[in-house]
């Protein structure tokens, strides 16, 4: 048999319990990647929609939809496993810590197994505001221990990000990083827009600093801060209370095929993003940054040491203490007062994308990994 022949005969499950089947990463990417490169690619979510292939992608219904996030993590992975088995796969993928336990189960049965973890997960944990603030870091520790003792078993762990790579690497040797740059089909020009409007598209949450963007743009005048998304009730009911709401044109949440016209609309996008878990570096597997640098908009982002860096190489925006209205304002000025150098910034963030922050980079990485393991199978 051809190696070739070999790598079309192998079969692949991923599985998650907790994104939705169109999952821009494990669908779009991951998944139909691996499908037109020869792979049989099954894809199990939780779910109650009906089963179905798109792009050769089987998707699998759990037919089992959790109530809350307590729910989901204890009873989400006996659904998955039972689906999982009945796939009889080669290669399983998951992509959620709670499935750790699935994961040792199809090692004991002899299967090959990926974790693709997108967050650094104990960190992530002491960030988590609905867990109380004295068991975070238990729960923390809790996980890492079962984390290392699961995943030094594994026939390769997935991360998104420098730091937390690194920190597989320690446990695990077959640990890569395959980053969540953007799939770039067609690069679209950026119109000049004569509105002082900045914007944001995503989670409306504590995290991305909103506050701070409302009350820096409080004194500047003829702005608006077009901002999409969801958000909690009480959250949103705190920025409506900010004197710089009145310069907010808040539309809620809107189709992701609208995002595109929505940054269109804009002269900078807001990526001001706090984390415990970022540690100062940030991450590579948030798209925010690449998803304005590919729509041509300057970019106004935490000071990251992984951001800056990118800011720097390609001089496509302004780094900033996300915490530091006045440096949020002084950024936002600049770009408004400059509009030849923030056109120039939006040219050159196309072009990185262009040339290196894109998922074909990415692509590479992932065949490969998935070649060497079919080797043996």
Same mark, same amino acid.
């Given at each position: 048999?051809?190696?070739?022949?070999?790598?079309?005969?192998?079969?692949?499950?991923?599985?998650?319990?907790?994104?939705?089947?169109?999952?821009?990463?494990?669908?779009?990417?991951?998944?139909?990647?691996?499908?037109?490169?020869?792979?049989?690619?099954?894809?199990?979510?939780?779910?109650?929609?009906?089963?179905?292939?798109?792009?050769?992608?089987?998707?699998?219904?759990?037919?089992?939809?959790?109530?809350?996030?307590?729910?989901?993590?204890?009873?989400?992975?006996?659904?998955?496993?039972?689906?999982?088995?009945?796939?009889?796969?080669?290669?399983?993928?998951?992509?959620?810590?709670?499935?750790?336990?699935?994961?040792?189960?199809?090692?004991?049965?002899?299967?090959?197994?990926?974790?693709?973890?997108?967050?650094?997960?104990?960190?992530?944990?002491?960030?988590?505001?609905?867990?109380?603030?004295?068991?975070?870091?238990?729960?923390?520790?809790?996980?890492?221990?079962?984390?290392?003792?699961?995943?030094?078993?594994?026939?390769?762990?997935?991360?998104?990000?420098?730091?937390?790579?690194?920190?597989?690497?320690?446990?695990?040797?077959?640990?890569?990083?395959?980053?969540?740059?953007?799939?770039?089909?067609?690069?679209?020009?950026?119109?000049?827009?004569?509105?002082?409007?900045?914007?944001?598209?995503?989670?409306?949450?504590?995290?991305?600093?909103?506050?701070?963007?409302?009350?820096?743009?409080?004194?500047?005048?003829?702005?608006?801060?077009?901002?999409?998304?969801?958000?909690?009730?009480?959250?949103?009911?705190?920025?409506?209370?900010?004197?710089?709401?009145?310069?907010?044109?808040?539309?809620?949440?809107?189709?992701?095929?609208?995002?595109?016209?929505?940054?269109?609309?804009?002269?900078?996008?807001?990526?001001?993003?706090?984390?415990?878990?970022?540690?100062?570096?940030? #991450?590579?597997?948030?798209?925010?940054?690449?998803?304005?640098?590919?729509?041509?908009?300057?970019?106004?982002? #935490?000071?990251?040491?992984?951001?800056?860096?990118?800011?720097?190489?390609?001089?496509?925006?302004?780094?900033?203490?996300?915490?530091?209205?006045?440096?949020?304002?002084?950024?936002?000025?600049?770009?408004?007062?400059?509009?030849?150098?923030?056109?120039?910034?939006?040219?050159?963030?196309?072009?990185?994308?262009?040339?290196?922050?894109?998922?074909?980079?990415?692509?590479? #990485?992932?065949?490969?990994?998935?070649?060497?393991?079919?080797?043996?199978?």
């Amino acid at each position: 048999m051809t190696k070739e022949n070999q790598k079309k005969t192998t079969k692949v499950c991923h599985m998650t319990s907790a994104h939705n089947r169109y999952d821009v990463r494990i669908f779009e990417k991951e998944c139909k990647s691996l499908a037109n490169n020869g792979y049989d690619v099954t894809l199990i979510v939780n779910d109650c929609y009906n089963d179905e292939i798109i792009d050769n992608v089987k998707i699998i219904s759990t037919k089992y939809k959790y109530k809350n996030r307590a729910e989901r993590i204890l009873n989400a992975q006996k659904f998955i496993i039972k689906k999982a088995i009945s796939v009889n796969a080669d290669i399983y993928h998951f992509h959620d810590p709670e499935l750790l336990p699935v994961g040792n189960k199809l090692k004991r049965i002899g299967k090959k197994v990926i974790f693709d973890s997108h967050e650094d997960v104990p960190e992530q944990i002491k960030d988590k505001q609905w867990l109380p603030i004295l068991l975070r870091n238990i729960i923390s520790e809790l996980y890492r221990i079962y984390e290392k003792h699961s995943v030094k078993r594994y026939d390769s762990i997935i991360s998104v990000t420098p730091h937390i790579v690194e920190r597989f690497k320690k446990i695990n040797l077959n640990s890569i990083m395959i980053t969540n740059y953007p799939i770039v089909s067609k690069i679209v020009e950026k119109k000049e827009n004569a509105l002082n409007t900045i914007c944001f598209a995503g989670g409306i949450s504590e995290q991305w600093t909103h506050d701070k963007i409302i009350k820096a743009i409080e004194n500047i005048d003829e702005i608006e801060y077009l901002l999409a998304g969801n958000g909690t009730d009480e959250y949103i009911k705190f920025l409506k209370s900010l004197p710089g709401w009145n310069k907010v044109n808040y539309v809620g949440k809107i189709p992701h095929a609208d995002v595109k016209d929505l940054y269109s609309k804009a002269v900078a996008g807001m990526a001001l993003n706090y984390s415990i878990q970022a540690k100062g570096e940030g #991450t590579l597997g948030n798209t925010k940054i690449f998803e304005y640098m590919e729509a041509g908009l300057p970019i106004i982002c #935490t000071d990251y040491k992984l951001w800056q860096e990118i800011i720097d190489e390609y001089e496509c925006g302004i780094c900033v203490n996300p915490n530091n209205v006045k440096d949020i304002e002084r950024a936002i000025l600049f770009i408004i007062d400059n509009k030849d150098k923030a056109g120039e910034m939006g040219i050159n963030g196309q072009q990185a994308i262009i040339n290196e922050y894109n998922w074909e980079t990415q692509k590479k #990485t992932l065949i490969k990994c998935y070649n060497y393991l079919s080797q043996n199978i």
